[in-house]
């Protein structure tokens, strides 16, 4: 079982609706999650971080963490095609650990 | 504030050769942390120094080293290259540690031919 696990994608959806990106982890010591979003060519960017139980709202990002399912997800409001990008989330499990990545398109 | 400075962004090497990666973290940030990102394998953490300490190391062969220095810059090293060592390699910094938010840097480009 890989430590983190993202569905690879792609993810199509369209502009203005929200896109759901999910994430599981093996690692139930892990204490600290973090969301990036890395365009095609360029690094990953850090865009949410989140350590306790629930939701954390910035903006259209929404992060959510559930520790006893060991789940953490990523909702992206009004999606707009700047928002085409692999996401990886990360897990702190001792050292920093990455998903695969999900590959998300927004169609104009 | 400057973010995160990879040097130098591209790199062609040929193998058995050995190569430095260099990384300057943020001001303030005394933790730096190296990935390899390849499209099969994706971001996999190499090792990580605070304070020129290295206090976590990924699977990662003897080959890839690393330190730190006082002012926080830190250099990778590679020796004897393989075709597999094809890789972006990035740096990443934070201000206490990998427990923390890391900023990534541009990361160099490695070809080994």
């Known amino acids: 079982q890989k430590e983190v696990e993202q569905n690879s994608g792609p993810l199509s959806v369209p502009e203005g609706a929200i896109a759901s990106l999910n994430c599981t982890y093996s690692d139930r010591g892990s204490q600290s999650f973090f969301w990036y979003r890395q365009y095609s060519g360029k690094s990953p960017e850090l865009i949410m971080s989140i350590y306790s139980n629930g939701d954390k709202e910035d903006g259209r990002f929404t992060a959510q963490l559930n520790k006893a399912s060991q789940y953490v997800s990523l909702l992206i409001r009004d999606s707009q095609p700047s928002d085409s990008a692999t996401y990886l989330c990360?897990?702190?499990?001792?050292?920093?650990?990455f998903g695969q990545g999900t590959e998300l398109s927004v169609k104009p | 504030k400057a973010g995160v400075t990879q040097t130098p962004r591209y790199l062609i090497k040929t193998r058995g050769q050995q190569v430095t990666l260099s990384c300057s973290p943020i001001?303030?940030?005394?933790?730096v942390s190296w990935y390899q990102q390849t499209p099969g394998q994706g971001l996999q953490f190499l090792f990580e120094?605070?304070?020129?300490?290295?206090?976590n190391k990924g699977n990662f062969p003897g080959r890839f080293s690393g330190r730190q220095f006082s002012n926080s810059r830190s250099e990778m090293n590679v020796s004897t290259l393989e075709l597999g060592d094809s890789a972006l390699y990035l740096c990443?910094?934070?201000?206490?540690?990998?427990?923390?938010?890391?900023?990534f840097g541009p990361g160099t480009r490695l070809t080994v031919t």
């Open positions: 990360a897990v702190n499990g001792g050292k920093l650990i």
């Open positions: 001001s303030g940030h005394r933790s």
């Open positions: 120094y605070f304070s020129e300490t290295q206090r």
């Open positions: 990443a910094s934070s201000k206490l540690g990998h427990t923390y938010e890391q900023y």
